[in-house]
């Protein structure tokens, strides 16, 4: 069992960042793939970025390409998202999920553990 909690949402103008925080227990990170993906009111959830435990290779949706970076410290168990240039079309939930697969990682079904998700709000 993988418990996740995620933190470091907010409220933000456009243009400015944000680095989401996804603290594991339970596990170590470092042999799990990790995601992040984000759900706006009315929409499904949708694929933001990745890094497979295997090879570290990071994945990204081409909406945050250039902008979001995914990394992991194994030392904290803790994955993170930072997020700059962000844009009102942001806007959502951003919820992180583990599994032990190492692809495929854009398809949410792949994954086996999901944190509650923090609220990410960006102003125009």
């Known amino acids: 069992q993988v418990q996740l909690v995620e933190s470091g949402g907010g409220l933000v103008q456009a243009g400015g960042s944000l680095r989401l925080s996804c603290a594991a227990s339970?596990?170590?990170?470092?042999?799990?793939?990790m995601g992040w993906f984000r759900q706006a009111p009315g929409k499904e959830r949708a694929f933001v970025a990745a890094?497979?435990?295997?090879?570290?290779?990071?994945y990204y949706t081409d909406s945050v390409k250039g902008r979001f970076t995914i990394s992991i410290n194994n030392a904290k168990n803790t994955v993170y998202l930072q997020m700059t240039s962000l844009k009102p079309e942001d806007t959502a939930v951003y919820l992180c999920?583990?599994?032990?697969?190492?692809?495929?990682?854009?398809?949410?079904?792949?994954?086996?553990?999901w944190g509650q998700g923090t609220q990410v709000t960006v102003s125009s």
């Open positions: 339970g596990r170590t990170v470092s042999r799990y793939s």
């Open positions: 890094i497979n435990w295997s090879g570290g290779n990071t």
């Open positions: 999920a583990a599994t032990s697969r190492v692809f495929a990682l854009t398809n949410p079904g792949r994954y086996d553990y």
